[in-house]
């Protein structure tokens, strides 16, 4: 039985360990120049001054001696000054690369950036480039009055005090900006919340009646305002003052809830464990009950266990509604084994809904890293005995797991974010859910973002589109009042689940599901304006599929990719950037000649030329350049490539979703310019005998040092596989020749080889050669980032293949084998999609559906080719690529 318990929990391990943490509540990192502002020592500890000398006897903070060992990968035996001596030494070496390391596994960071000023503090943004997903915001409210009462009175002298009305003018216009101000956060995309720290400066008994507050705050906002003149200290410490700014802030908030029967943005409130200047009988939480009784539709989240009573918040959170317990910050501040105390208090009658985790990581990044890696700790130990004692399965305990440490606060905060974890064993099957449904529609769309784009953009009809499985931009034209109502209804658009199984021209494969819905969920960070040409006042937007409740499906070309980023964001710490050249050949129409239908558009040509004969299409190619820029997209060059009529324009790096959404948004102006000059711009690797046309994308790598591993152990060992998506046309591989610049047929690498499918630029920047413009980009950067996951994942840096400098066709065998250079790419699309099938890893990475119905609908796509007569197969191919 004990064998069989042990088994059953390698699925809650594996959970607890690699799932991504919505840290909920912390603050900005020092500045490098402010490190020494603060003794490194109060990573565990709220002791100030002689107080804080006693900490390096403290369980907390030997405990975190020991774990801050392996973080600097210091000797078993170092002692205190030895692991500064560590620390100093990477903070000197890489500082970045420390922050990264103590952030690895965050996947977002609400962000309280009321501690510290720009002075002293990165702003809140400058973390972004160590998470998956963007910084929020959680405005601290005593912040906001007390910059605004800084600038009121940035002029005011003693004198202004014999006016009248000062004191009374110097009200009105502090109410309003402070209402201002807090409204104007409420509409920021970037602000998740609200925080106050009422319980440090007045205690959290707050008067629960707004007008009761406002009869009695005239005398103590008089002698507030003369205290920041006379002293010009703007710190507010008026019970009355503190009370009016958390009543104030809750009327605003329950006055803006998005949608009716909803709730508004969070409050948080600082309960419990903080320094010795906050008043520990009145930081209990239960002086808040009639407050929160007031304001029912304004979710009020209660930071730091509440430590000491734990208990106390925890029956807040279970008998109202709207109340929540944040266990931060006893992770690192307690011991062990007061840590798994608290985690119990919070469990022994809060719904596991309910339960929300934060770091309270400030100042240095350790204090991330160390509460992380303690708070997974003590969820296992609590956990596994609730398993072992069945009052959990296996997968209630999975899924109580996976809500504490991301979905809580995704839904709580109104953050959307996927969650794809792949739970394994019978028990997961029988996970219950924590959330009950909610009361009210979740709200699906940003609204503020597409009011604002109607603002600056006004137009008639939206283009919504996204890419199928063969490349084809499948498109719903959308009056822009239609689109509206589907936005800020959170509607999204039906299709049939056989849509996604047909062909180019709607060819019926084995993928056809004739059963099922597909909703197509627009993205509205990919809204852009449609150039000048557009016969409509247009604009385009790209889309998601989802399932019928919502929920990301994994077989969708953009949402597989988007999870796999943030697989390699969240257990990698690893951040790509893209790059992509457009590679075009333009062509005249020659319909009277059955022979040659085309013609290119310049044929005295060769790469980087300026020939009379292209000098003529300046206006033409600089319209194109000029119609990218209008929309948003600019180019950073273009010029002409070998082939005759073939151009390229380079698009500037950008996140890999991102990236490819532009390349397809880019590619469609293109194409349209094009055509109004009677034009074909084609993607056809090789629309005529000779030189080709590709889609080379440069992959960067952030860190750089696992690069080896990812490239070489990943998309190389698995590159044969990958070329079913990247090079997914019979005429892909007639381009792909040795010798000819074209990336080669070995399966090889280098630095700065062209004649290689993998070429390396410098550290961390790579370019895949294998790859043109008929594949569905996002399939094939998905397969290039699975591959690459799987080489992480496998973790070996010793590789046979090695950095090549020569020629691999033109070296010996022997000479080959030297370089571990042994196998060959695909010699077609079908050995290609063969070598896909059999490659079970990349097929579970990518999910297995997608990769099965991709193949079956190659395989009848390449019959129908195969019996067309090559010259209608050519134009085929060029009219829709």
């Not at 929990?9 to 120049?33: F, G, K, M, W």
């Not at 560590?86 to 596994?105: F, I, N, P, S, T």
């Not at 304006?529 to 604009?539: E, F, I, N, W």
């Not at 590619?667 to 993607?683: K, W, Y």
Request: net charge negative; proline share 6%.
């Amino acid at each position: 039985m004990a064998g069989n318990n042990k088994a059953s929990l390698e699925p809650l391990r594996a959970v607890i360990n690699a799932c991504p943490i919505i840290d909920s509540h912390a603050h900005n990192l020092l500045l490098p120049t402010q490190l020494e502002s603060q003794p490194f020592e109060a990573i565990t500890s709220e002791a100030q001054g002689r107080a804080l000398r006693d900490t390096f006897k403290s369980l907390a903070h030997l405990r975190a001696e020991r774990q801050l060992k392996e973080l600097y990968e210091c000797p078993s035996d170092a002692d205190w000054e030895q692991i500064l001596d560590k620390r100093a030494e990477w903070l000197k070496k890489d500082h970045d690369g420390l922050v990264r390391k103590c952030l690895q596994g965050t996947y977002c960071i609400l962000m309280d950036d009321g501690l510290g000023g720009a002075e002293k503090v990165h702003n809140y943004d400058w973390h972004d480039k160590f998470t998956p997903v963007p910084t929020k915001r959680i405005v601290r409210i005593e912040t906001v009055a007390e910059n605004l009462m800084a600038n009121i009175l940035k002029k005011a002298t003693e004198e202004d005090f014999e006016e009248e009305r000062y004191l009374s003018d110097i009200w009105v216009l502090f109410t309003e900006e402070f209402g201002r101000a807090i409204m104007d956060a409420i509409r920021d995309f970037d602000v998740a919340g609200f925080k106050t720290v009422v319980c440090y400066r007045t205690g959290l008994d707050v008067e629960p009646d707004y007008t009761e507050c406002l009869r009695h705050i005239g005398t103590p906002f008089e002698h507030y305002v003369i205290r920041c003149i006379k002293k010009r200290k703007y710190r507010i410490e008026r019970k009355a003052v503190n009370d009016y700014l958390v009543l104030k802030t809750l009327e605003i908030l329950s006055e803006n809830v998005p949608t009716k029967g909803g709730v508004s943005k969070p409050l948080q409130f600082h309960t419990g464990l903080g320094d010795n200047d906050i008043n520990l009988l009145q930081s209990n939480p239960a002086h808040l009950q009639p407050l929160i009784e007031n304001y029912t539709n304004v979710p009020f989240v209660l930071l730091h266990s509440a430590y000491p009573y734990t208990r106390e918040a925890g029956y807040l959170a279970t008998v109202f509604s709207h109340v929540y317990l944040d266990i931060g910050e006893v992770f690192p501040m307690l011991s062990r084994s007061g840590q798994v105390s608290v985690l119990r208090q919070s469990l022994e009658l809060v719904p596991g809904g309910k339960v929300i985790y934060s770091t309270d990581g400030h100042w240095f990044p350790e204090t991330y890293w160390l509460a992380n890696k303690q708070f997974r700790e003590a969820l296992l130990e609590v956990l596994t005995e609730f398993v072992e004692k069945e009052d959990l399965t296996t997968g209630q305990a999975v899924s109580l797991s996976k809500d504490i440490l991301f979905q809580n606060a995704n839904v709580l905060y109104e953050l959307h974010y996927p969650l794809e974890l792949t739970e394994t064993g019978e028990d997961a099957q029988k996970a219950i859910p924590w959330h009950p449904k909610p009361q009210a529609p979740i709200q699906v769309y940003d609204v503020q973002v597409f009011d604002k784009f109607i603002k600056e953009s006004p137009i008639d009809f939206i283009y919504v589109q996204w890419l199928d499985y063969m490349a084809t931009m499948r498109v719903r034209i959308v009056p822009i009042a239609e689109f509206e109502r589907l936005i800020k209804s959170g509607d999204r658009i039906g299709i049939s689940r056989g849509n996604t199984g047909t062909l180019q021209n709607d060819g019926i494969t084995p993928a056809v599901n004739t059963t099922g819905q597909i909703y197509v969920e627009p993205d509205l960070s990919t809204l852009r304006r449609t150039h000048k040409k557009d016969p409509l006042s247009s604009a385009t937007v790209l889309a998601f599929w989802r399932d019928e409740i919502g929920n990301p499906i994994k077989e969708c070309p953009r949402g597989g990719l988007q999870i796999l980023i943030d697989d390699l964001a969240s257990n990698h710490s690893i951040s790509l950037l893209l790059g992509f050249e457009i590679e075009v050949i333009f062509l005249s129409r020659n319909p009277d000649n059955k022979e040659k239908p085309y013609i290119p558009l310049t044929n005295a040509h060769a790469w980087g030329t300026l020939t009379p004969e292209q000098w003529l299409q300046l206006p033409f190619l600089a319209e194109i350049a000029t119609s990218l820029a209008e929309i948003g997209i600019p180019v950073q060059q273009f010029h002409a490539e070998a082939g005759a009529g073939q151009y390229e324009f380079v698009l500037p790096p950008l996140p890999p979703l991102a990236a490819i959404d532009t390349l397809l948004q880019a590619r469609q102006v293109v194409t349209q310019i094009a055509a109004t000059h009677g034009l074909r711009a084609t993607l056809h690797p090789q629309p005529f005998t000779g030189i080709g046309t590709a889609a080379h994308a440069h992959i960067s790598l952030n860190p750089p040092d696992k690069e080896l591993a990812f490239f070489v152990g990943g998309v190389l060992k698995h590159l044969e596989a990958v070329c079913a998506f990247s090079l997914p046309e019979a005429v892909s591989y007639g381009r792909v020749v040795d010798d000819h610049w074209t990336g080669g047929t070995w399966v090889a690498w280098g630095t700065q080889n062209r004649e290689t499918p993998l070429r390396k630029v410098s550290d961390g920047r790579w370019e895949v050669r294998c790859l043109d413009g008929m594949a569905n980009m996002y399939l094939a950067i998905a397969a290039i980032v699975g591959a690459g996951l799987l080489g992480l994942k496998a973790g070996s840096e010793n590789f046979a293949e090695v950095d090549c400098l020569y020629n691999p066709s033109k070296m010996s065998d022997e000479a080959r084998a030297q370089y571990g250079i042994e196998r060959r790419i695909p010699a077609n699309i079908d050995a290609a999609l063969e070598a896909l099938d059999k490659d079970s890893e990349l097929k579970e990475m990518l999910a297995d559906g997608l990769v099965s119905n991709f193949i079956a609908m190659k395989k009848v796509e390449q019959k129908m080719l195969a019996d067309m007569p090559e010259q209608e197969r050519r134009v085929w191919l060029i009219e829709r690529y």
